[in-house]
Every structure is written in structure tokens, then in C-alpha cells.
């Protein structure tokens, strides 16, 4: 077998023997990724920004695959984009003018970056993400060197059907327009190639009437928001509910917090390896590929420092992906000075160290157990209502909706007014995502402390069950 096709089988073989290593086995990880695990399989609606081509391709695979759980189908899912994402990478370093070594290096030192393992391991949107910016640079940058129509065509399809699929695809617009205009600015003028790209557009935004039909269809088992007409349908897809954490900081917070903040999550990601840069800035002569990767890089990041969110650190995958892309000209640049045996080793080397420092964090922050609590209290308690976390709110999901639990509900509310209209006013609970309504009458267990010390102070009585659960019961004095 060739060098050209061993490398790219050595690099999926690996990673995907790593990624099934350390696979998330069932339900588990966070809220996000238990509903990801079942609403495709049900073909349900999730969170904005709705991801319609994610979940449609996690219908076809959990459906198809006839082997393990759900959850675990969906997981995998995740780490089939991930490998994949990792062997475009190594298609575009190698494009770039390095040797096959060097960009083997690069795929697999960004295989077993904390943040992208993590998401490839667990049901979740993102490695997909990273496959559409692999796949959209790549393209372009064919296009720029061939200049052939049908490239240009490909890489408008690919950017558009990414839409349909994470909106901050929209970071990477910047970077296209750059590369179209500095390569033949004519293209935009061209009715043909237009008309052409617009139709490519059209064809690939109709992933989103997915969200639009699965809402009207009173038979949909979980609706996370209701699309139902082009207004609602905006909202969804353009994350409206997150405008409020979009530029939030002063430029002090952005200089004195932010920056050093994401700074610190990048050198995370890569540690030492990333002295490996500058060199791959030296070794690329390719100015506007540069560019290019340049503002790729800065849409992403920007976008980052200036979005109040938790898990920050996803949003800055495209950014590690560029990083893979220089760490990979840089150790090509080394490997100039070094024997091929010699190369080999140490392209070998630095993956590995960088793996094997990161494989107790990625095991730890899967969250294996996360789920666990909600399960042995499901499985025991018989029916009942649960005042949960809006985590332990998706895993009951799952369990109701994919292994066919009944009588068991989950609110993801502890409030008093709710516990009150319940327990003490024996009304009906909804619970608008599932179209069903909690019986009044059901036990009342919750899983969460916050509202078990607020329940306590307004008069409720608490039972400890133990493994953090307690069920409760209305005030003595409460009058029905």
C-alpha cells in the first residue's frame, strides 16, 4: 500500500480505536447531550439554534446501526465526524505543501485535544461543526488553486449546507470573502456562477423546514421550542434567547478578563506544541492562505471573547483546528533537519505525550455517571413526579422516550408556586416539550439541594433517601 493511503487509514484507525476507548457508554454527560441522544432517534426538535442536518443524520445512524443502546449510537455519531474532521485536516495540511508525516502529526495531535475528544465521545453537535469548517476550507482553498468552476461550486455547498447545522458558521464569511476576492473577484459578478451558488443555498436551507414540519405534527414526541411559522422559526434558528449574552463586556473586561481567559483555554488545548507555530507561520509562503486560515481563526475567536457562555471553550474549535493546521507546517519545517526515521518518531511522539497528558481530564469530563442518581431512582421508585436539574430532566427524557418508561415524570422547576400547585392545590403539572401532563396524586422526589433548602423554609416535609434524593411531602398544615 501507498505512503498516500497508509497515512489516512493509520490516522482513522487510530483515533477511531481512541475515541471507542473512551466512549461515553449510555446516557450521561450533560443536559445537552442527553437530549441529543434521543431526538433525533424520535425526531424531535432540540434547543435553538435547532440543528436540523445534525439531527437528521443522527436519525439515519442511531436507526440504522443495530448495535448498542441509543445513547451509545449517538455518541458514536460523534466520533465518526470526529475522525473524519481529522483526516480533512490531514488532507489540508497536506495541501499546504507538508510531508505526509507532518500532517499525520497535526490530525491526530488534534484528535486528542481535551475540548475536540471530549466532543467526540459524547452526543453532542460539535465535531460535526468542526467536519463543516474542515470541509469548507478545504474546498475554498482547491478552488483558489484550481480555479475550476466545479470547485467553487462545491465549497458554496458545503458553507451552505453548514448553515443549516451551527450558525456560528457565520465567523467564517469573512475568511470566504477575502479568499474570493483576492482570487477572482469576478466570480461575483458572474449571473451563471450566482444564479448557480443560490440554488445551492436554497437546496441546502431546507433542512430547517424539518423544524417547521416536526412542529406542526401533534404526534412529534418532543418539542423543545415550537417553529411553527416563519417568526418562531427565525427565534429558533438564530439563538434569539442568547442575544442578551452576545457582547456583554466593557473593553476592560475583554482586555483584563476575557482575553486572558481564552488564552489560558488555548494553551490548554495544545501546551508546549504550540511554540511549533511561528515555525509554521515562517514555513508557509502562501500569503493569502494565510490570510485565509487568518481570519478563520479571528471569526472564531472574536466571537468567543465576546460571548458570555459557559462552556466557552467550544466555540474555539475552529480556532484549535487552524492551530492543528500550523503545529503541522511547523514540525514539517523541523522534520527538514531530521532523517526520515528520526521524523517519523518524533511525528509520532507529540501526539502521543499530548494524548496521554489529556486522557484523565477527557475521562473525568465525560461525566460518566452523570446520570446514574436518575436512573437507579427511575427504575426503583415506581411512578412518580421528580423536581429535577434541567441534566437529570433530559436523561429521564430519554428514558421515557427511547426505553419506553412510564409513570415517571421530570419538571425541570423547583419552584414554590410549582410544588404548591401540586402538592398542596392537587392540580395537573404540564410539561410543554413532551405534550403530556403530569396526574396529580404522584410521589414527589427531588434531586436538586437548592429547592430542598427553599422547600424546607416554606413548611414542606423532607424525607433524605439517600445519593442526594428526598422525597416531599406537602406542609402539615396545608389545606387542601
Not at 489540508?92 to 475540548?115: D, E, H, K, N, Q
Not at 462552556?311 to 503545529?327: G, M, R, W
Request: aromatic share 10%; with cysteine; charged share 15%.
Amino acid at each position: 500500500m501507498s505512503r498516500s493511503r497508509l497515512a489516512p487509514l493509520l490516522l482513522a484507525l487510530v483515533l477511531g480505536t481512541v475515541y471507542l476507548a473512551t466512549l461515553l457508554p449510555g446516557v450521561g454527560h450533560e443536559a445537552d447531550t442527553g437530549e441529543m441522544q434521543f431526538c433525533g432517534y424520535v425526531l424531535g426538535v432540540p434547543h435553538p439554534t435547532g440543528y436540523p442536518t445534525y439531527v437528521l443524520l443522527n436519525h439515519l445512524f442511531t436507526r440504522a446501526l443495530p448495535l448498542g443502546s441509543v445513547a451509545w449510537r449517538a455518541n458514536l455519531l460523534s466520533a465518526v465526524f470526529a475522525v473524519a474532521a481529522a483526516l480533512l485536516l490531514y488532507r489540508l495540511v497536506l495541501s499546504l505543501g507538508a510531508r505526509p508525516a507532518a500532517a499525520l502529526s497535526a490530525a491526530l495531535t488534534f484528535g486528542v485535544t481535551p475540548t475536540f475528544w471530549l466532543h467526540a465521545v459524547v452526543a453532542e453537535v460539535y465535531s460535526l461543526h468542526v467536519l463543516f469548517v474542515a470541509a469548507t476550507a478545504l474546498a475554498f482553498l482547491r478552488w483558489r488553486r484550481t480555479g475550476a468552476d466545479r470547485d467553487l461550486f462545491v465549497a458554496g455547498a458545503v458553507l451552505a449546507l453548514s448553515f443549516t447545522h451551527h450558525l456560528t458558521t457565520v465567523t467564517l464569511l469573512p475568511a470566504v470573502a477575502f479568499l474570493v476576492l483576492t482570487t477572482a473577484p469576478r466570480t461575483l459578478l458572474d449571473p451563471r456562477k450566482l444564479a448557480a451558488l443560490v440554488v445551492f443555498a436554497a437546496l441546502a436551507a431546507l433542512p430547517y423546514a424539518y423544524l417547521v414540519w416536526r412542529s406542526r405534527d401533534p404526534q412529534t414526541p418532543y418539542l423543545a421550542a415550537e417553529t411553527s411559522d416563519l417568526s418562531s422559526l427565525l427565534a429558533h434558528v438564530s439563538g434569539a434567547q442568547f442575544r442578551v449574552d452576545m457582547a456583554p463586556f466593557t473593553a476592560e473586561q475583554l482586555l483584563r478578563v476575557r482575553l486572558p481567559l481564552l488564552l489560558s483555554r488555548w494553551w490548554r488545548e495544545f501546551h508546549a506544541l504550540l511554540l511549533l507555530v511561528p515555525l509554521g507561520l515562517v514555513r508557509m509562503k502562501d500569503r493569502p492562505a494565510h490570510a485565509f486560515l487568518g481570519l478563520v481563526f479571528a471569526g472564531s475567536f472574536l466571537f468567543a471573547l465576546n460571548y458570555r457562555v459557559r462552556d466557552v471553550e467550544v466555540f474555539l474549535l475552529p480556532c484549535h483546528l487552524v492551530t492543528a493546521v500550523y503545529i503541522g507546517l511547523g514540525l514539517d519545517l523541523v522534520l527538514d533537519r531530521l532523517s526520515r526515521p528520526v521524523g517519523w518518531a518524533v511525528a509520532a511522539v507529540l501526539p502521543l505525550a499530548l494524548g496521554l497528558s489529556q486522557v484523565g481530564e477527557v475521562q473525568r469530563a465525560k461525566g460518566e455517571d452523570a446520570a446514574v442518581r436518575v436512573r437507579r431512582l427511575v427504575e426503583t421508585r415506581g411512578p412518580a413526579l421528580l423536581l429535577t436539574s434541567y441534566h437529570d430532566f433530559q436523561f429521564v427524557n430519554y428514558m421515557m422516550l427511547v426505553e419506553g418508561r412510564t409513570g415517571v415524570f421530570a419538571i425541570p422547576d423547583g419552584s414554590l408556586a410549582t410544588v404548591r400547585r401540586y402538592l398542596v392545590e392537587g392540580r395537573p403539572l404540564p410539561i410543554p416539550e413532551l405534550h403530556k401532563v403530569v396526574p396529580p396524586g404522584l410521589p414527589v422526589y427531588g434531586t436538586r439541594a437548592n429547592p430542598r433548602r427553599r422547600l424546607i423554609e416554606a413548611g414542606y416535609t423532607i424525607e433524605d433517601l439517600g445519593d442526594g434524593v428526598y422525597r416531599v411531602g406537602a406542609p402539615p398544615s396545608a389545606a387542601r
